[in-house]
């Protein structure tokens, strides 16, 4: 099902410090995947990956949580909300051979990152 939310990543600014809070406060399985220069630390949730948690890729910006949303078309979605007045923070990068994803700021500011699965 299109447009509901399926990830959220935790961007911090320190890593190591996020992972021993979240998994003592949630009792999160945390493992991490490399990718790229760097390592991705996926937060599993039962059998099912709940986000993740990454250094923030934006210098100098606060932690902050980002939410996705799945849509069926990465790159009409992101050309649409950008259409209604989003800016494209990152444009349609694949992960892995996992999928697809961008990130908006929709017109007041507020960011949301936008998924398309890999097709089967």
């Known amino acids: 099902m299109a447009n509901t939310f399926v990830h959220s990543e935790l961007n911090t600014t320190d ?3 996020a992972k021993a809070f979240y998994g003592k406060l949630f009792d999160w399985k945390l493992e ?3 990718m790229g220069p760097g390592t991705y630390t996926m937060i599993k949730i039962g059998d099912n990956t709940g986000g993740g948690i990454q250094k923030h890729p934006v210098p100098g910006a606060p932690s902050a949580w980002l939410s996705y949303v ?17 800016t494209v923070m990152m444009d349609v990068t694949e992960v892995m051979g996992a999928g697809s994803f961008s990130v908006i700021l929709d017109p ?3 960011p ?8 089967a």
């Open 15 to 17: 890593v190591s410090k």
């Open 32 to 34: 991490d995947v490399p």
């Open 70 to 86: 799945l849509v069926d078309d990465l790159d009409a979605a992101t050309k649409k909300a950008k259409s209604l007045g989003a």
């Open 108 to 110: 007041t500011g507020a």
């Open 112 to 119: 949301l990152g936008l998924w398309q699965a890999k097709k």
